[in-house]
């Protein structure tokens, strides 16, 4: 049974971080890309950071470069995004994503950011 669980989110200030991390299950976790994207309420989700298998090539949107650090432990069979200097524009509902001939998701992290 394939399975994506992330978590790591919660409340947190603005200017703050946070790490997220999704652990696989179910499938060749090291054969996949991973990506990360989000939705905000009413908003399309987004895609926020890529990966490639191996954790060779990465992508980010330009709301988080500079920001934002993705990155995998394949002998963990885990992704993590790692958030820092986080914004009230980052509040979303984070999702992680692994990709190749079919693709799987999780059920989410809500992150809020806040004072």
């Known amino acids: 049974q394939v399975q994506l669980v992330e978590s790591g989110g919660g409340l947190v200030q603005p200017g703050g971080s946070l790490r997220l991390s999704c652990a696989a299950s179910?499938?060749?976790?090291?054969?996949?890309?991973m990506r990360w994207y989000r939705q905000a309420p009413g908003k399309e989700r987004e895609l926020v950071a890529g990966?490639?298998?191996?954790?060779?090539?990465?992508n980010y949107a330009d709301s988080v470069k500079g920001r934002f650090t993705i990155s995998r432990d394949n002998a963990k069979n885990t992704v993590y995004l790692r958030m820092n200097s986080l914004k009230p524009e980052d509040t979303a509902v984070y999702y992680c994503?692994?990709?190749?001939?079919?693709?799987?998701w999780g059920q989410g992290t809500q992150v809020t950011v806040s004072s």
């Open positions: 994503n692994a990709v190749r001939t079919t693709d799987y």
């Open positions: 179910g499938f060749i976790f090291s054969m996949y890309a």
């Open positions: 990966i490639g298998s191996t954790g060779g090539n990465t």
